[in-house]
């Protein structure tokens, strides 16, 4: 991940010298700036909270579906993860029905042992994954053809991270949302078997 980082740095070393960048590259060269803010508190933080924590990936569209898949790591390994799929149309009236009475369409619960089985939902990645993974495939696009977004939370753990292609009008984000990030510092492991993610 270092060499693919220092690569992209250049694009932020060279708009900073030359105050020449358009507004694509403008918006990869904060992001690349964000993200190395957010990877070096990650790395603190992590070694402070026993390496463990839970988080969702959310995704949703404009015509009203969406899913949630919500991750556990304990001591830097994912040990379960829990998937809804939805809709909040009643596809035979076309009523809308809000997210308390959403239609669940596919939902599912993995554990340690069982992980993977699944093919729908989020991977059950680590945050460390995720951050190699923003930096790889989602940063690193070409800006000439794309919007770059990066965005920490509070805490300066990784949020947002996607492009959206230009021209593209609905449901364009190619990427990663993080919602819901929690450390399962205080017993961790009796968390995480009393926690039942119902996406309320």
């Not at 994954?129 to 939370?153: A, G, K, Q, R, W």
Request: glycine share 4%.
């Amino acid at each position: 991940m270092k060499k693919k980082f220092v690569a992209l740095a250049l694009i932020l070393l060279t708009c900073t010298i030359n105050f020449s960048c358009d507004g694509n590259r403008a918006s990869q060269a904060k992001s690349l700036y964000n993200f190395k803010i957010s990877l070096d508190s990650w790395n603190n933080l992590k070694h402070s909270n026993e390496n463990s924590y839970s988080y969702t990936v959310s995704s949703r569209s404009v015509f009203g579906s969406g899913t949630n898949t919500s991750i556990t790591v304990l001591d830097g390994k994912v040990t379960s993860r829990v998937y809804e799929a939805y809709t909040l149309y009643n596809e035979v009236s076309g009523n809308y029905l809000g997210f308390e009475n959403r239609i669940v369409l596919e939902a599912y619960t993995e554990s340690y042992e069982t992980l993977g089985t699944h093919t729908s939902g989020a991977p059950a990645l680590t945050i460390d994954e995720l951050y190699n993974t923003c930096l790889s495939e989602y940063l690193s696009v070409d800006p000439d053809d794309n919007h770059v977004t990066f965005n920490y939370d509070s805490n300066n753990i990784i949020e947002n991270c996607y492009y959206v292609p230009d021209g593209c009008m609905d449901d364009c984000a190619v990427g990663v949302s993080l919602s819901n990030f929690e450390w399962l510092t205080d017993n961790p492991v009796s968390i995480a078997h009393s926690k039942q993610e119902n996406f309320n």
